[in-house]
């Protein structure tokens, strides 16, 4: 090992020119990697400093539609110092008669347990909330006053009660605890917001209480305590561990697809590694038979290289790390005050470790193959020029299946969903067999299409059929990174017209809420008023009602045994309907409908995927607490619900006998256009002004808006791989540099002009560009297509312009790649190179 060491620092000194392609995918992919990991970590070390401040305290207890009992606050005040705040919407309304919906929050004097809420225009929170000459006032969202032309003390109304706007509300420390809002948000006094009243029985309003802990207490047990001591009670219940719901999910799924195309663009760049090692080795060939000819043994030769290759990969993954952990504190620095999530950018070893061993593993699954032909040639073919193509199975061989397997594992064991894991890696492996295997035949089918063609194009067509063709090594790289990049192209483009065209056409414009059960008549002539007489498809009014499924058989839920994905109908209150009868479109998958004049048992319609994720069917029994009582249902039919459809879009409806007498609040929804919602909304004013509109067009843009800057940012990560490709490909044009410059010389001593050399070159690598290209396209629509379709449930699109674009840009690429290798062949003089060759 001494002498193997001795002797591979000697070739190192000599320069590392050949492996300037192998340091670069390397490190472009552990740079990848690292990057995604590090700012995935970053996000959530800064979520874990900022628990308290985000929940609003250690533990947060909410009811929707009700207010804490008497009881329930003696139990919190017993653990600590509380919080109470309740939540509504409610319409905003001007003198001028603009109206918005907005968020409305109310507190009480010791809101905010844990951090500082942050004004302008007033000295502090509890100021500005304080009444003046008997008007409340309000901190409200710049864009309240911006949507209705106000300014800091101007009046508005809220559900007829004036309150006046003193103070911009900049930002709340629990503000990403609470969650998407439907509109700029309004802070209150509690005693306001009740004296407006947005809190009676039958709203769509909620309660929160946040507690702060003694130092010793476990905020789990509270909450494990509180839920003992009131069964029956319908709390949501969350901890400092959870404070911002769904962002820790959210950030784990960005990392691993982040992550997911690091190692796609280290997979990619694997031909680059090996193809240089290739390179590199068939530089050195007189040197290892030299040396085998004076009696060194093949595994002696493998470790000579071994060690130059270690080395060079560790150089290489040491950059990737370098720039993968810089890249993180550059966002940081350029973009830590437009972050939705706050951050902590700093150097994290767990991620960057993780990287680097993303990285020797992928070094050794590329680089071990291309050694054990170099241990396994005898001295004879290395004076030939010639290295082994198939290495007999050895320990090289056996380390490259290992470390390829190692690969797998650690992708897999590193993702938040195993099943999606092997799916894309299955997918990604397929995938490269499939190029690699299109590679082949492209090659061959060169070699038979050349004899059919003459002067420039055959030549090009004959180096892509020959041994060095870059048809081989090059299309599965340049493939895998179109692929990856049509497959995100697609998904977003599919679902902006989900929001930007579908949606629009399909689901409702505008929504109602909170309108009295018992002038829904009036409500009714009011919208046909606005709308002229709207059909059945353009308006559709519905009771509301919220429940919850308590028992299953006659036995109490247990959540355990529900499919996860499927729980969100068992473990939380729901929004019930009751109809009369079968609406249109129902969407019944089985069962049948109760008539108009049903008057029986009580029975619901259940959502399918719900439902059979518990093992229900028709015929059996549910128990719902609805309206303070429990009924016992039967299930009669089972539905498949379009959720962003128009119609009854609730996950379980009820026979309207069964709520006979409840007088519910109603919800309906329409389609409108721009000036229908206008002349709704005025009109509503008069006699509906605490009827809630939501503008589901605007909700819509904003959805469109943040998916495309975030999709954008995911293509430009994607490019990643595609950079992979393109470096394989330059390493491939680097690697027969000088056997085509050998070419060019002989071509040019036999009278072949610069044309001619120059276009077989381009028709050479433009046919690779175009070849990889549009498998490239084929897989990643074949990829896109499920996720659409199947995962988000949405209309299939394709967006032609850029898959046209993509496939022409690739082509083009690898032609000026090629064009670019025959101006350096063509610019030697042919005498050397012919003196060299002979040599």
Same mark, same amino acid.
Request: with cysteine; proline share 4%.
């Given at each position: 090992?001494?002498?193997?060491?001795?002797?591979?620092?000697?070739?190192?000194?000599?320069?590392?020119?050949?492996?300037?392609?192998?340091?670069?995918?390397?490190?472009?992919?552990?740079?990848?990697?690292?990057?995604?990991?590090?700012?995935?970590?970053?996000?959530?070390?800064?979520?874990?400093?900022?628990?308290?401040?985000?929940?609003?305290?250690?533990?947060?207890?909410?009811?929707?539609?009700?207010?804490?009992?008497?009881?329930?606050?003696?139990?919190?005040?017993?653990?600590?110092?509380?919080?109470?705040?309740?939540?509504?919407?409610?319409?905003?309304?001007?003198?001028?008669?603009?109206?918005?919906?907005?968020? $409305?929050?109310?507190?009480?004097?010791?809101?905010? !347990?844990?951090?500082?809420?942050?004004?302008?225009?007033?000295?502090?929170?509890?100021?500005?909330?304080?009444?003046?000459?008997?008007?409340?006032?309000?901190?409200?969202?710049?864009?309240?006053?911006?949507?209705?032309?106000?300014?800091?003390?101007?009046?508005?109304?809220?559900?007829?009660?004036?309150?006046?706007?003193?103070?911009?509300?900049?930002?709340?420390?629990?503000?990403?605890?609470?969650?998407?809002?439907?509109?700029?948000?309004?802070?209150?006094?509690?005693?306001?917001?009740?004296?407006?009243? !947005?809190?009676?029985?039958?709203?769509?309003?909620?309660?929160?209480?946040?507690?702060?802990?003694?130092?010793?207490?476990?905020?789990?047990?509270?909450?494990?305590?509180?839920?003992?001591?009131?069964?029956?009670?319908?709390?949501?219940?969350?901890?400092?561990?959870?404070?911002?719901?769904?962002?820790?999910?959210?950030?784990?799924?960005?990392?691993?697809?982040?992550?997911?195309?690091?190692?796609?663009?280290?997979?990619?760049?694997?031909?680059?590694?090996?193809?240089?090692?290739?390179? %590199?080795?068939?530089?050195?060939?007189?040197?290892?038979?030299?040396?085998?000819?004076?009696?060194?043994?093949?595994?002696?030769?493998?470790?000579? %290289?071994?060690?130059?290759?270690?080395?060079?990969?560790?150089?290489?993954?040491?950059?990737?790390?370098?720039?993968?952990?810089?890249?993180?504190?550059?966002?940081?620095? +350029?973009?830590?005050?437009?972050?939705?999530?706050?951050?902590?950018?700093?150097?994290?070893?767990?991620?960057?470790?993780?990287?680097?061993?993303?990285?020797? !593993?992928?070094?050794?699954?590329?680089?071990?193959?291309?050694?054990?032909?170099?241990?396994?040639?005898?001295?004879?073919?290395?004076?030939?020029?010639?290295?082994?193509?198939?290495?007999?199975?050895?320990?090289?061989?056996?380390?490259?299946?290992?470390?390829?397997?190692?690969?797998?594992?650690?992708?897999?064991?590193?993702?938040?969903?195993?099943?999606?894991?092997?799916?894309?890696?299955?997918?990604?492996?397929?995938?490269?067999?499939?190029?690699?295997?299109?590679?082949?035949?492209?090659?061959?089918?060169?070699?038979?299409?050349?004899?059919?063609?003459?002067?420039?194009?055959?030549?090009?067509?004959?180096?892509?059929?020959?041994?060095?063709?870059?048809?081989?090594?090059?299309?599965?790289?340049?493939?895998?990174?179109?692929?990856?990049?049509?497959?995100?192209?697609?998904?977003?483009?599919?679902?902006?017209?989900?929001?930007?065209?579908?949606?629009?056409?399909?689901?409702?414009?505008?929504?109602?809420?909170?309108?009295?059960?018992?002038?829904?008549?009036?409500?009714?002539? $009011?919208?046909?008023?606005?709308?002229?007489?709207?059909?059945?498809?353009?308006?559709?009014?519905?009771?509301?009602?919220?429940?919850?499924?308590?028992?299953?058989?006659?036995?109490?839920?247990?959540?355990?045994?529900?499919?996860?994905?499927?729980?969100?109908?068992?473990?939380?209150?729901?929004?019930?309907?009751?109809?009369?009868?079968?609406?249109?479109?129902?969407?019944?998958?089985?069962?049948?409908?109760?008539?108009?004049?049903?008057?029986?048992?009580?029975?619901?319609?259940?959502?399918?995927?719900?439902?059979?994720?518990?093992?229900?069917?028709?015929?059996?029994?549910?128990?719902?607490?609805?309206?303070?009582?429990?009924?016992?249902?039967?299930?009669?039919?089972?539905?498949?619900?379009?959720?962003?459809?128009?119609?009854?879009?609730?996950?379980?409806?009820?026979?309207?006998?069964?709520?006979?007498?409840?007088?519910?609040?109603?919800?309906?929804?329409?389609?409108?256009?721009?000036?229908?919602?206008?002349?709704?909304?005025?009109?509503?004013?008069?006699?509906?002004?605490?009827?809630?509109?939501?503008?589901?067009?605007?909700?819509?843009?904003?959805?469109?808006?943040?998916?495309?800057?975030?999709?954008?940012?995911?293509?430009?990560?994607?490019?990643?791989?595609?950079?992979?490709?393109?470096?394989?490909?330059?390493?491939?044009?680097?690697?027969?540099?000088?056997?085509?410059?050998?070419?060019?010389?002989? +071509?040019?001593?036999?009278?072949?002009?610069?044309?001619?050399?120059?276009?077989? %070159?381009?028709?050479? %690598?433009?046919?690779?560009?175009?070849?990889?290209?549009?498998?490239?396209?084929?897989?990643?629509?074949?990829?896109?297509?499920?996720?659409?379709?199947?995962?988000?449930?949405?209309?299939?699109? $394709?967006?032609?312009?850029?898959?046209?674009?993509?496939?022409?840009?690739?082509?083009?690429?690898?032609?000026?790649?090629?064009?670019?290798?025959?101006?350096?062949?063509?610019?030697?003089?042919?005498?050397?190179?012919?003196?060299?060759?002979?040599?």
């Amino acid at each position: 090992m001494r002498i193997a060491l001795r002797f591979a620092a000697r070739e190192l000194r000599s320069g590392v020119a050949g492996f300037r392609i192998f340091l670069a995918c390397l490190a472009l992919g552990v740079a990848a990697i690292a990057a995604a990991g590090s700012t995935a970590e970053a996000f959530r070390q800064g979520l874990s400093s900022q628990a308290r401040e985000i929940l609003g305290g250690d533990v947060i207890f909410t009811v929707e539609q009700r207010r804490f009992t008497a009881d329930e606050r003696d139990v919190f005040s017993a653990f600590g110092p509380t919080a109470y705040s309740v939540r509504a919407n409610a319409m905003a309304e001007t003198s001028a008669g603009l109206r918005r919906l907005v968020d $409305v929050r109310g507190v009480g004097d010791e809101y905010p !347990l844990v951090g500082d809420v942050v004004v302008a225009g007033a000295p502090s929170l509890a100021l500005a909330l304080m009444p003046q000459a008997g008007v409340p006032g309000a901190a409200v969202e710049q864009a309240l006053l911006d949507r209705l032309g106000l300014r800091l003390g101007d009046q508005f109304v809220i559900n007829r009660m004036p309150v006046v706007a003193r103070a911009v509300l900049v930002s709340e420390p629990d503000r990403l605890g609470r969650g998407f809002a439907l509109g700029p948000r309004v802070l209150l006094r509690a005693s306001t917001v009740e004296r407006a009243s !947005l809190l009676g029985e039958g709203g769509l309003f909620g309660e929160s209480v946040r507690l702060v802990l003694p130092l010793d207490s476990e905020p789990k047990a509270v909450i494990a305590a509180v839920r003992q001591r009131f069964p029956d009670a319908s709390f949501e219940a969350r901890d400092r561990s959870e404070a911002a719901a769904g962002a820790g999910r959210l950030i784990d799924q960005l990392e691993y697809f982040l992550g997911f195309i690091g190692l796609a663009s280290l997979v990619a760049g694997g031909l680059g590694v090996a193809g240089a090692v290739s390179a %590199y080795l068939d530089e050195r060939k007189r040197s290892i038979a030299t040396l085998k000819a004076l009696g060194a043994e093949g595994a002696f030769v493998r470790d000579v %290289y071994l060690i130059q290759i270690g080395a060079l990969a560790a150089l290489g993954i040491l950059i990737g790390i370098i720039v993968g952990a810089a890249t993180p504190l550059v966002i940081g620095r +350029l973009a830590a005050d437009s972050l939705p999530v706050p951050a902590l950018f700093a150097i994290y070893p767990q991620p960057l470790a993780r990287a680097a061993i993303f990285g020797v !593993l992928a070094a050794a699954a590329f680089s071990l193959w291309p050694l054990a032909k170099a241990r396994t040639t005898p001295p004879s073919a290395m004076f030939r020029q010639e290295l082994a193509t198939r290495p007999r199975i050895g320990i090289e061989a056996i380390g490259a299946i290992v470390a390829g397997i190692g690969l797998a594992t650690l992708a897999v064991l590193s993702a938040p969903s195993r099943l999606a894991a092997l799916a894309m890696i299955g997918g990604t492996i397929v995938a490269f067999f499939a190029l690699w295997g299109l590679g082949l035949a492209s090659a061959a089918l060169a070699g038979r299409l050349r004899g059919l063609t003459r002067g420039a194009v055959r030549l090009g067509l004959a180096n892509l059929s020959g041994p060095r063709s870059a048809a081989r090594t090059a299309s599965p790289a340049i493939g895998l990174g179109v692929a990856l990049l049509t497959t995100i192209i697609l998904i977003q483009s599919s679902l902006l017209a989900q929001i930007g065209e579908v949606a629009p056409r399909t689901a409702p414009s505008m929504v109602f809420t909170e309108i009295p059960g018992d002038r829904v008549a009036e409500f009714d002539a $009011v919208i046909a008023r606005s709308m002229n007489e709207p059909a059945a498809d353009r308006y559709t009014r519905l009771p509301l009602i919220t429940g919850r499924i308590t028992r299953i058989h006659g036995r109490p839920v247990d959540i355990e045994t529900i499919d996860r994905d499927e729980r969100w109908a068992f473990d939380q209150d729901l929004i019930l309907s009751a109809l009369d009868g079968e609406p249109v479109p129902s969407g019944t998958t089985a069962g049948r409908w109760w008539t108009a004049d049903y008057a029986g048992p009580p029975l619901i319609a259940f959502e399918q995927d719900a439902a059979r994720a518990a093992g229900l069917g028709v015929g059996d029994t549910v128990t719902l607490q609805v309206l303070g009582r429990e009924i016992d249902a039967r299930i009669a039919v089972l539905r498949e619900i379009d959720w962003g459809g128009f119609g009854a879009n609730f996950a379980v409806i009820l026979n309207s006998a069964a709520v006979e007498g409840a007088n519910p609040r109603h919800v309906a929804i329409a389609r409108a256009s721009p000036a229908q919602e206008e002349t709704v909304t005025r009109a509503l004013a008069r006699d509906f002004g605490a009827v809630n509109v939501i503008s589901v067009r605007e909700q819509l843009e904003q959805a469109a808006t943040l998916f495309d800057r975030l999709a954008l940012a995911i293509r430009g990560a994607a490019a990643v791989a595609s950079g992979s490709g393109v470096l394989v490909l330059v390493g491939a044009i680097a690697a027969g540099a000088r056997l085509r410059a050998r070419e060019a010389a002989t +071509l040019k001593v036999l009278g072949g002009t610069r044309r001619q050399i120059l276009t077989a %070159y381009l028709v050479e %690598y433009g046919l690779v560009g175009a070849i990889a290209g549009t498998a490239g396209v084929a897989l990643g629509t074949a990829a896109a297509w499920p996720v659409v379709t199947l995962v988000f449930d949405a209309a299939w699109r $394709v967006d032609w312009i850029s898959l046209f674009t993509l496939i022409g840009g690739t082509t083009a690429l690898a032609a000026v790649g090629g064009g670019v290798a025959g101006l350096v062949a063509l610019s030697r003089r042919p005498a050397s190179i012919l003196r060299r060759s002979l040599s």
